[in-house]
Nanobody, 125 residues
């Protein structure tokens, strides 16, 4: 059974930084795509970033150049380093994983079958 546990969210001022963590069990982060999505109130869940099994990373347009996804294979944990945060980054951030390996499918939340409980990130102006 897959379990994903996010941590690291909180309240930060605009321009600040946060690092989110996603500890995985029942799934190996090095052999499965691991992704971050986010959902703001009243909006659909949005793709943020993914790290594929081979280590290739892909980012959503709104976070390119500011966010970095990485993984620690020994700890079976995925991270999302968020810099230059903006108020519009405020959302619940979710970690997700999938068996699907097709690159074009990895930005679509419908292709991810396992999700964490989410962690709140609030950026004040």
């Amino acid at each position: 059974q897959v379990q994903l546990v996010e941590s690291g969210g909180g309240l930060v001022q605009a321009g600040g930084s946060l690092r989110l963590s996603c500890a995985a069990s029942g799934r190996t982060v090095s052999t499965n795509a691991m992704a971050w999505f986010r959902q703001a109130p009243g909006k659909e869940r949005e793709f943020v970033a993914v790290i594929r099994s081979g280590g290739v990373t892909v980012y959503g347009d709104s976070v390119k150049g500011r966010f970095t996804i990485s993984r620690d294979i020994a700890k079976n944990t995925v991270y999302l380093e968020m810099n230059s945060l903006k108020p519009e980054d405020t959302a619940v951030y979710y970690c997700a994983t999938t068996f699907i390996g097709t690159p074009s499918a990895l930005t679509n939340r419908r292709n991810f079958g396992s999700w964490g409980q989410g962690t709140q990130v609030t950026v004040s102006s």
